[in-house]
């Protein structure tokens, strides 16, 4: 029997069987799609995120200068960390798809184990943050070149130029922050004012290259349970090319992985999305699948590290 390909060679695990699991990689290709029957162009990102982290994932009992810690001491003990494969999903059926991912992730949360999804467009985390309405209150920190609060994009309201009015709209997300935001922004004025209004603090990639971390760690309230989700695309396309929308400037791979550090240094990462990867894109090394599968393994190991 072929063994499925899992990220950074976790052991495999069924959803409903995981007793003991600290963190629990998800995969999901498909959420609300624009074109119905069209496959997202983020569609193979979970697949490929994992063939991805091979390239480093026999080497997790060395010390990890990104962690600052060694993330696995015993190569045969994963610390509860496992991959459950991907959930069921279907370019022709977003509602579904939205179904069986809050699904899943609710059956991750009740199991006490934190979320770790790969897209899969920006449309995900849309029903994955529904699925963690156990953890609530919410901090949601988004890291995007766009602001991501368009209300129905060609007459749908959960697609991926929605992602945060739709995650806002939740009532167990009580704060937000934006950062990354750059370039056109996503959309016109009304957005951005919409996401103020509602209390999201907007953190430009100037200000933070301004103002440094602070300008976002500033902004999370100690002990807060924080829901991370990366679009690829916040982070600089000269560090990560292979996205959708590449827009200049951004966050680099330090910046990222300083910035996970220091919300697991003052809060508690409760989940985390990286999402918008476009494997079409990547060259032949998978350099920006690898980028993506560092700082997704970093957010896994801090927050297992933090769970003792």
């Not at 007793?19 to 990102?45: F, N, Q, T």
């Not at 459950?84 to 939205?98: C, F, I, M, Q, Y």
């Amino acid at each position: 029997m072929h063994k499925r390909q899992t990220f950074i060679g976790l052991p495999d695990a069924d959803l409903d069987q995981l007793d003991g699991a600290k963190v629990v990689v998800l995969g999901a290709s498909e959420a609300s799609p624009y074109v119905a029957g069209e496959r997202s162009h983020s569609a193979d990102g979970p697949a490929v995120l994992r063939k991805a982290s091979a390239q480093f994932g026999a080497s997790l009992g060395q010390y990890d200068f990104d962690l600052d810690a060694t993330l696995f001491p015993d190569k045969e003990d994963k610390r509860g960390c496992v991959d459950a494969g991907d959930v069921p999903t279907s370019a022709w059926d977003a509602e579904g798809n939205r179904a069986r991912i809050t699904a899943a992730v609710e059956k991750v949360v009740a199991a006490g184990a934190v979320p770790i999804i790969l897209g899969g467009d920006d449309s995900v985390p849309i029903p994955a943050i529904a699925g963690m309405a156990a953890l609530g209150p919410l901090t949601i920190l988004q890291v995007d070149a766009h602001v991501d609060w368009a209300d129905v994009l060609q007459g749908n309201p959960y697609g991926y130029g929605s992602t945060m009015r739709r995650v806002a709209e939740l009532p167990f997300v009580t704060r937000m922050v934006q950062v990354g935001i750059r370039g056109l922004g996503s959309g016109e004025s009304w957005q951005h004012d919409d996401a103020r209004a509602f209390g999201s603090k907007l953190v430009t990639s100037y200000a933070l290259h301004e103002q440094g971390l602070s300008a976002v760690l500033d902004a999370i309230e100690p002990g807060a349970n924080v829901v991370i989700s990366i679009d690829c695309d916040g982070i600089d396309p000269a560090v990560l090319p292979a996205v959708n929308m590449p827009t200049p400037g951004g966050l680099t791979y330090e910046d990222m992985v300083r910035l996970l550090r220091g919300v697991a240094a003052k809060a508690r990462i409760a989940g985390l999305a990286m999402v918008e990867y476009v494997p079409s894109r990547d060259d032949h090394n998978l350099l920006s699948g690898l980028v993506a599968a560092r700082i997704t393994a970093v957010g896994l190991g801090l927050a297992r590290d933090a769970l003792g």
